[in-house]
């Protein structure tokens, strides 16, 4: 038998603590004008001390299981993106899975920074249709403002903390009717390693370490990789670009999202845009999006959805799927 990964559940959570723009200004140079013309950023949502990344992840993971109208006991796939773990180890894919009581099958941790959540489509896709597991939960969890450099006016105004889960669904191929991920394209080059990183580690140094970016050489990398892996991700899928009803990118920037519109001449009335709302939010980016627009009623059943972020690796992807 075929299977194909059908989409069955979203869901999505903030921290209650907004940081508006005004804010921020108060505590490092900067401005909301300067912020906003740069960025498109006006807010961001931070954790609060008792709030971690599992606690996000499990509150976005309950509200997926609640959409697909699945127990966690269905669950016997838990992936979660993070590059903001509350443990160096145990995953806290496990700790999500323990605090869920979805005790069977696997739970691991994957780590492709803000490509995450589109690198966990693929992983959970592949393994989906290989017979691994029947019902997968996917999570992308991170607290960046846990490693931001709050010194820094160039990276600490961009971030904010969050998370989104969804639920996939191993499925006939001949009963999904054509639903389902269609395609996905994942790509990284490490050579870039260093343009966007966290300075330390558990093997590298005694502390957590801090976000460093350069933000101009991450913009180009951006437009260009974000634009073919869309372009290769379609045409891998029979589709054109313009075939699709929505995009929902990660949302690093707002100049990175004009940038790749105007080079695949998207329309912008296409685009889910939310970085106003959450800044970049690394892996839960890209689900906090398509849970908002899903919810207000853009984005519906029957949809051609494209999924795509770039992230620290350099790493970046897309993935289709037809709801």
């Keep these: 038998m075929a299977f194909t990964s059908v989409l069955a559940g979203l869901g999505a959570v903030t921290p209650s603590n907004i940081v508006s723009n005004e804010q921020l200004a108060h505590m490092i140079d900067t401005s909301d004008q300067w912020i906003r013309e740069r960025t498109g950023i006006e807010q961001r949502f931070i954790c609060d001390t008792l709030e971690t990344t599992s606690s996000l992840g499990l509150a ?15 669950i016997d796939l838990i992936i979660c993106a993070t590059s903001t773990p509350d443990k160096t180890f145990p995953a806290t894919a496990t700790l999500i899975q323990a605090q869920l009581g979805a005790n069977i099958g696997i739970a691991f941790d994957i780590q492709a920074v803000c490509s995450g959540f589109v690198y966990g489509i693929g992983v959970v896709d592949a393994m989906l249709k290989a ?26 105004v961009l971030f904010g903390d969050g998370a989104g889960a969804c639920v996939l669904r191993a499925v006939d191929a001949e009963e999904a009717n054509g639903k389902g991920v269609l395609a996905n394209v994942l790509r990284a080059d490490g050579k870039y390693a260093d343009i966007l990183n966290v300075d330390s580690g558990a093997s590298s140094g005694s502390r957590v370490g801090k976000l460093r970016m350069e933000g101009q050489a991450v913009f180009r990398h951006a437009v260009t990789n974000i634009s073919e892996a869309i372009i290769d991700c379609c045409a891998k899928a029979g589709k054109s670009v313009d075939d699709i009803d929505w995009f929902v990118p990660h949302q690093a920037n707002k100049r990175i999202l004009d940038g790749v519109a105007r080079r695949l001449n998207i329309d912008e009335a296409k685009i889910v845009v939310t970085v106003q709302m959450h800044g970049n939010t690394s ?10 627009a899903k919810k207000d009623g853009r984005i519906k059943a029957g949809d051609l959805v494209l999924l795509e972020a770039m992230g620290g690796g350099l790493t970046w992807g897309a993935s289709l799927i037809q709801l």
């Design 60 to 74: 976005a993971a309950k509200l997926a299981l609640q959409d697909a109208n699945l127990r966690p006991q269905d």
């Design 283 to 292: 892996a839960a980016s890209v689900p906090l999006a398509f849970d908002v």
């Design 131 to 156: 017979g691994q597991a029947k019902n997968a939960l996917l999570i992308g969890a991170d607290t960046f403002s846990r490693i931001l450099d709050w010194s820094d006016r160039g990276t600490c």
